[in-house]
């Protein structure tokens, strides 16, 4: 899916567009300085849970099948196999939103080697190590994981992190015949399973993610707001499975965020914002509603394989230059579907799929990377730069209609939102913990019923003998 959209709407036509030749291959509500403290829940209570050890099997449909060592939670699941040849960044990777519902292989051999940090909160209230409070990728597979670790920041250990989000995790996978097969063949639906023995039978039924509406479990079910005390911009931003990085570059750079569910109307508010945006988000970009492409009028293709890793080389088309991005995706446009009022942005120069596009007269623009990837790279960090330019712009050129317009809500409005994202769907891997919790606390409470009904008859027993 078009991962970004920048946007602000002016009055009047900008200067005509000029990009370069395509290569052959390939509002009124804003933060108030009074407003209270931005409160967050405490950090999680980091339960210590059993790391399986077990036997465990990746089973990819119609294809090979690899076993290896449990070495996260025991339990088995089925998604999309897809793999990154990102060599660092395995934290922000895995509580990426995008990756909801997919098996993460990493082709980088040794993961785990500088463990998983603590759940510590920035001075914006945003988490500093991790994009989203929970593990998306609903499976790890890893050649060799680090049962040691050596960071700073660390405070657990990978393996015992994923068994705590209850993730299966399996290693001692030959991740270059996953990997190869994962290219050739494009990704593909696979399940792990944890467990002494292997029944090819209990494979058979793969849950295929791209059938589901990823992007609803994944947004928030209400507004919540991030305030931002040094700046007078405020930006609505449609929640698809938005990073805490892109809170990040907002809230650094003087722009308050309020961000909406996927699919709030924004149409009827976005009139007291300066600048509205849409975040990226996990799965097959037609169960969105206001993804830029597709409300362009321009189609989606599924890619082979997809772009994921640090290391990809887009192209600008407007300057020329090339940016190493940092890029999870398995969709992009179609560029020949392309209206005659957009044009081509930006170019993977690995495979020339799309990258971006961008409105030839208004300054509205989407890119399909990670301009912010906290693992980095941040060569293209400069596009927010250049949307809150646009903003600024389009807020000065509103005081001719209305010079007293303030984009400022009222402290009570702000004090009145959550903080943080709201009733987010939990993973499958927490909704069987929870579950198994629930179960834990029924047994519990039966055995203490049944211990309370023995007690009680044996003292009526005794009253009767006395």
Same mark, same amino acid.
Request: glycine share 6%; aromatic share 4%; net charge negative.
């Given at each position: 899916m078009l991962k970004y959209l920048f946007t602000a709407a002016p009055?009047?036509?900008?200067?005509p567009w000029k990009p370069l030749?395509?290569?052959? +291959? $390939? +509002?009124?509500l804003a933060t108030a300085a009074e407003n209270t403290p931005r409160q967050t829940r405490p950090p999680p209570n980091r339960r210590s849970i059993a790391v399986s050890n077990d036997p465990a099997t990746l089973t990819i449909k119609g294809g090979p099948i690899f076993h290896g060592r449990s070495f996260g939670a025991k339990s088995n699941i089925s998604g999309e196999a897809v793999f990154t040849t990102s060599l660092v960044g395995y934290p922000e990777s895995l509580t990426d939103p995008s990756y909801r519902g997919q098996i993460l292989v990493f082709t980088q051999p040794l #993961?785990?080697?500088y463990g998983v940090p603590s759940f510590a909160r920035d001075e914006y209230g945003l988490l500093k190590y991790f994009e989203s409070p929970n593990m998306q990728a609903c499976g790890v597979v890893v050649a060799d994981a680090a049962e040691q670790y050596s960071h700073w920041t660390a405070v657990e250990s990978l393996g015992e992190w994923c068994a705590r989000e209850g993730v299966p995790a399996i290693t001692g996978v030959d991740t270059r015949a996953c990997v190869t097969h994962l290219r050739e063949q494009g990704s593909s639906l696979a399940r792990i399973t944890v467990g002494e023995e $292997? =029944?090819? =039978?209990? =494979?058979?039924?793969f849950v295929d993610?791209? !059938? #589901?509406?990823?992007? +609803? !479990? %994944?947004?928030?079910?209400s507004p919540f707001h991030v305030p931002c005390t040094n700046g007078d911009l405020h930006v609505a931003l449609i929640d698809c499975g938005v990073k805490e990085n892109i809170l990040r570059s907002f809230v650094s750079r003087g722009a308050s965020v309020t961000a909406f569910p996927y699919d709030f109307p924004i149409h009827k508010v976005a009139h007291h914002f300066d600048g509205v945006f849409i975040s990226n988000g996990p799965g097959d970009p037609t169960h969105c509603q206001q993804t830029l492409g597709l409300a362009a009028g321009a189609k989606t293709i599924k890619l082979k394989y997809g772009n994921r890793a640090h290391n990809i080389p887009a192209l600008d088309l407007t300057t020329g230059r090339c940016h190493i991005t940092s890029q999870n995706h398995g969709y992009a446009l179609d560029p020949t579907t392309l209206p005659s009022d957009w044009v081509q942005y930006f170019v993977n120069l690995n495979d020339s799929s799309?990258?971006? #596009? %961008?409105?030839?007269?208004r300054p509205i623009f989407g890119t399909q990377f990670h301009p912010e990837a906290k693992g980095g790279p941040q060569d293209t960090a400069i596009l927010f730069d250049a949307y809150l330019d646009s903003v600024r712009k389009y807020k000065e050129s509103q005081k001719v209609f209305a010079p007293d317009r303030e984009a400022r809500p009222s402290p009570l409005l702000v004090d009145l939102l959550a903080k943080e994202r709201v009733d987010v769907t939990p993973t499958q891997g927490m909704a069987n913990i929870r579950a198994a919790e629930e179960r834990m606390r029924g047994a519990n409470g039966a055995r203490e019923r049944i211990d309370a009904a023995v007690e009680g008859a044996q003292q009526g027993m005794a009253a009767a003998a006395a």
């Open positions: 009055r009047g036509p900008l200067a030749a395509t290569p052959s +291959r $390939y +509002r009124s #993961i785990g080697n $292997y =029944d090819a =039978d209990e =494979d058979e039924a993610p791209e !059938q #589901i509406n990823l992007v +609803r !479990q %994944v947004s928030t079910k799309n990258e971006g #596009i %961008v409105h030839t007269s």
